[in-house]
């Protein structure tokens, strides 16, 4: 089932995919590597070896995380994402954002800092989106977490409810920088602005 292996400066990425081919897992592979170490080294962590496995599945949906076994030195982090064939753009671009979310959380544990920094949604959220203009070359609208519905402010849940607001905060935030277009490339002046906004935010070097 395992389709590919790549690195990227210490994190070592492998790609499970029963519905998928070599090229496309490879793919995979390279943009959620590249991800990851944009988070890492925002935390000024580049470098530090963290294991990472994605199973592509055809079935279902969400993600799963396994922080590794206490008897090893090594962080590893493990997600499932539902992919069907052939692997759309969106799908990919689900991977980054939810890759470099993640280990924007996992990066800045690592560098020692507390937990309201290591656990800052909002900046975890920045780091998504800003990975995918970075690794992908372009960030479309359609990509962006849902603006705020005021129906999920009854969930009991408070950790969700967090979450579910720095979502539409950063959809409040990013979308003047579209001024009515579907999508931003990396190489225009709205992107340079936007990569900009993520240096600002701390969550790319």
């Not at 170490?37 to 199973?55: E, K, M, P, Q, W």
């Not at 967090?162 to 001024?179: E, I, T, W």
């Not at 990569?195 to 701390?202: E, S």
Request: glycine letters at 8%; proline letters at 4%.
């Amino acid at each position: 089932m395992q389709k590919a292996r790549c690195a990227a400066d210490g994190v070592h990425v492998q790609v499970w995919s029963a519905v998928h081919d070599v090229e496309q897992a490879a793919h995979v592979c390279r943009a959620a590597a590249r991800a990851a170490l944009n988070s890492l080294d925002a935390a000024g962590r580049a470098g530090t070896r963290v294991d990472y496995r994605l199973t592509l599945v055809s079935d279902g949906g969400g993600t799963w995380r396994h922080r590794g076994s206490a008897g090893t030195a090594i962080p590893s982090l493990a997600f499932w994402f539902p992919a069907q064939q052939p692997l759309t753009e969106r799908v990919l671009a689900r991977i980054v954002r939810t890759t470099a979310h993640e280990f924007h959380h996992a990066g800045w544990a690592l560098n020692g800092s507390p937990r309201r920094v290591y656990a800052d949604e909002p900046a975890a959220y920045a780091a998504g989106a800003c990975a995918q203009l970075r690794v992908l070359g372009r960030l479309r609208r359609e990509w962006l977490p849902p603006a705020h519905n005021w129906l999920e402010d009854t969930v009991s849940d408070q950790a969700v409810m967090r979450s579910s607001r720095a979502g539409a905060d950063l959809h409040v935030a990013l979308l003047p920088f579209f001024a009515g277009a579907e999508e931003i490339q990396r190489d225009s002046q709205p992107g340079r602005s936007v990569m900009a906004w993520c240096g600002d935010a701390r969550v790319v070097r």
